[in-house]
């Protein structure tokens, strides 16, 4: 019983170890790679000015036109497109996505007029006299995206690879100590804080720069709670070697 239970703990803690390696190692290709590229999206975008003319090529300035909207699909449940399809007076067609149906498109009806902006030949923004919504084609939005996922893959990432040592180290128990699962549940609700405080700095339109600062707000009062689990448990005194009792099952 001893063998296989230290041969089922090893396949457990390598697989979260895979999982850690992953996850940090995506966090920093995100921050190294996905976070500038977006940044520099979104400075290309502010900086551009309105075309002289309507643009004949994809051009990095801004040019407004009339649109007629049709095809309007809203969001219907897990796993369905916000979309609309633009038709210009010349008759082509510019399909368009969206991430949720307001503040605009759910008050638009097939056939309503819109006035489209246009940058590097996507229309990014729709506007009528109910508001203005953006697009998938804006930038907006995206660097604090990347930051999000970072926070959430690099932090997961590097408590799956504590995680893994840590069931190594009691492979040969038939259950986790406590402190591992107090551990696992902080990595689990600092997961999903990560991926909402992402979303309320998206939503609320505040710099991307406030994520950092507020993540540790977040994490804080989890880490406290994880920490009061494994003290009482008496497993991290155990886990490092120490003279604590033995945790119970």
């Not at 990014?124 to 893959?153: H, N, W």
């Amino acid at each position: 019983m001893s063998d296989r239970t230290s041969r089922k703990a090893v396949a457990v803690a390598v697989t979260w170890l895979l999982l850690g390696i992953a996850g940090v190692l995506g966090a920093v290709a995100t921050v190294l790679v996905a976070v500038p590229g977006r940044l520099a999206d979104q400075a290309a975008f502010d900086a551009a000015r309105d075309c002289p003319a309507a643009p004949r090529e994809p051009a990095d300035c801004l040019w407004k036109q009339e649109f007629v909207i049709s095809d309007i699909h809203l969001y219907s449940g897990r796993g369905s497109e916000i979309t609309a399809t633009l038709t210009d007076r010349a008759g082509d067609v510019w399909p368009t996505e969206y991430r949720t149906n307001e503040p605009l498109l759910d008050d638009l009806d097939d056939g309503d007029t819109v006035v489209g902006t246009i940058w590097l030949g996507e229309v990014v923004r729709i506007a009528a006299p109910g508001g203005t919504q953006k697009t998938m084609a804006d930038p907006g939005g995206f660097a604090e995206s990347a930051v999000g996922t970072a926070l959430v893959a690099g932090p997961t990432g590097l408590l799956l690879i504590v995680a893994s040592g840590w069931r190594l180290k009691h492979r040969t128990r038939e259950s986790a100590p406590r402190g591992l699962t107090g551990l696992l549940w902080f990595t689990g609700g600092q997961a999903a804080g990560s991926l909402a405080l992402g979303l309320l700095v998206i939503v609320q339109g505040w710099s991307i720069w406030l994520i950092p600062g507020l993540w540790p707000v977040m994490a804080a009062p989890l880490a406290g709670l994880t920490a009061l689990a494994v003290r009482k448990a008496d497993d991290l005194s155990a886990a490092l070697g120490g003279t604590g009792s033995a945790p119970a099952p």
